[in-house]
């Protein structure tokens, strides 16, 4: 057991060897409890060159968005199937909605920002836009839906990264309402911002540029701040996350390793 050498237990006398083993049986539920505490685990993974900004799937493949391109991959042997056509400078997070794949794209990182979502045909792998945004908001990391509306994040970075906004639209394009995080979550993405988020039921998951840490978010009640609930150890290091429909689990990327990763929460 850590902090014990088999030496000094080889050494002690037997009664003492009794009192050392009580003291690490002792231990042991408080070791197990510490494991036991909330985490995103890893539980599979399919290597991918473009999974650098995010990953996505749907029934029958999965998606590795790099910023100039999206690749398709079979589930089952982990071949590219095929590479999207269109052009693309900063592709962020994807989301599959009524069969299509959007991604968000911005100018990043030139200025003024420019941002736009972008829509992915599986069938042509042509990417197209889909709606542009101009330099109103920021650089689009996200746009994903909940019921019926449209909520779209745009990063702001440096000093000013405390401008970060989560915007939400109806269907038509109109702005409804918009939300800035709380200073301890931006205190804790350094320089940069949220790469990552999806709805799982009323919980936002957010995750960060390169910590390996997912942040569960929820609308505030009243006020323009979005209330932070729980900070989570999970195994991307930052980056666009998504749902897997097969399982339900969160699908994101190792960015050094060139991964897509499957995830679950362990309660």
């Known amino acids: 057991m850590p902090g014990y050498s088999r030496l000094s237990i080889r050494a002690s006398s037997p009664v003492a060897r009794v009192r050392l083993l009580c003291v690490m049986l002792l231990a042991v539920p408080c070791a197990t409890l510490a494991a036991a505490e909330p985490a995103y685990v890893e539980t599979g993974s399919v290597a991918a060159a473009e999974a650098t900004q995010a990953a ?12 100039t391109q999206v690749a398709k991959y079979d589930r089952r042997s982990g071949e590219r199937l095929a590479l999207s056509t269109g052009k693309a400078s900063h592709l962020n997070s994807g ?28 069938a042509t792998m042509q990417l197209s836009t889909y709606k542009d945004f101009g330099a109103a908001y920021g650089s689009l990391t996200w746009a994903i839906r909940k019921e019926n509306r449209w909520y779209c994040n745009f990063a702001h970075y440096g000093k000013e990264n405390h401008k970060s906004v989560l915007v939400a639209f109806d269907n038509e394009w109109n702005e409804l309402a918009s939300w800035t995080y709380p200073a301890e979550l931006v205190a804790d993405l ?59 689990e969160l699908i994101g990327i190792d960015r050094p390793q060139k991964r897509i990763v499957f995830a679950k929460l362990r309660d």
């Open 190 to 248: 350094d320089n940069y911002s949220l790469s990552g988020g999806i709805w799982k039921g009323d919980t936002l998951i957010a995750t960060g540029h390169h910590a390996r840490k997912l942040y569960h978010l929820s609308l505030p009640e009243e006020g323009k701040v979005l209330r932070l609930d729980a900070v989570l150890p999970g195994p991307f290091p930052g980056q666009g996350i998504a749902t897997d429909p097969l399982s339900g």
């Open 56 to 67: 996505a799937a749907d029934e029958q493949f999965l998606y590795a968005i790099s910023s």
């Open 95 to 122: 989301y599959f909605w009524e069969g299509k794949l959007y991604c968000a794209h911005s100018n990043f990182p030139k200025t003024p920002a420019q941002s736009e979502l972008m829509q992915l045909d599986p």
